[in-house]
């Protein structure tokens, strides 16, 4: 069973800087895409950033500039680091993937979602 674990959530003052990370553990042929998606509270969840299986990596327009996605292929880990932070980047920060299991289906995973709090 394929599972996504984050880390490296918590509450940073406006303008701080923190790192997310998602590891990708179980059996599988291997990591299609990957990507972070953030739900604030009362609104619908939206793509932050995204490292497609062919293309250039997607970021929202709201974090250009400011936040960055990475991957480890190694660690089958992916990154999200995120610089000047906003009171508006407060949300529940989730990973997911695209992964191709040993059967050659591709199925969507999704991490267990990491507070982020930007409060001074």
């Known amino acids: 069973q394929v599972q996504l674990v984050e880390s490296g959530g918590g509450l940073v003052q406006p303008g701080g800087s923190l790192r997310l990370s998602c590891a990708a553990s179980?059996?599988?042929?291997?990591?299609?895409?990957m990507g972070w998606y953030r739900q604030a509270p009362g609104k619908q969840r939206e793509l932050v950033a995204a490292?497609?299986?062919?293309?250039?990596?997607n970021y929202a327009d709201s974090v250009k500039g400011r936040f960055t996605i990475s991957r480890d292929n190694a660690k089958n880990t992916w990154y999200l680091q995120m610089n000047s932070l906003k009171p508006e980047d407060t949300a529940v920060y989730y990973c997911?993937?695209?992964?191709?299991?040993?059967?050659?289906?591709?199925?969507?995973?999704w991490g267990q979602g990491t507070q982020i709090t930007v409060s001074s």
């Open positions: 997911n993937a695209v992964i191709r299991g040993l059967d050659y289906a591709d199925r969507t995973y």
């Open positions: 179980g059996s599988m042929f291997s990591i299609n895409a």
């Open positions: 490292i497609p299986s062919y293309g250039r990596i």
